[in-house]
């Protein structure tokens, strides 16, 4: 188990600990249901590695990381747009 950060639909930052061997969608089930908060269906979760060192394809979490749980309805509009 690692020790991780864990960011609420509420704003309330939390920590807590967690396998590492799990996948995010894994993560994501076992936290919303942790906290009581509904269908983890109705969620998305977004990971803040404390480290850069470890390639996103395939991340595992790692101790320190931060896991943000959104609804998905608050998810709105593209992350990104172009520049010109």
């Known amino acids: 188990m690692i020790e991780v950060r864990v960011i609420l639909p509420d704003g309330r930052a939390t920590k807590g600990r967690l396998d ?4 995010i ?4 089930a076992d936290i919303v249901d ?7 269906d109705k ?3 977004a ?3 404390k480290s850069r060192n470890q390639p996103l394809s395939g991340y595992r979490l790692m101790p320190g990381d931060t896991i ?3 609804p998905r309805g608050k998810i709105r509009g ?3 747009e172009p520049g010109e």
């Open 78 to 80: 593209r992350s990104f």
């Open 25 to 28: 969608d894994d993560a994501l």
């Open 34 to 40: 942790a906290y009581s908060l509904g269908d983890p």
């Open 47 to 49: 990971v803040v590695p």
């Open 68 to 70: 943000w749980i959104q």
């Open 20 to 23: 590492p061997t799990v996948s």
């Open 43 to 45: 969620y998305e979760i």
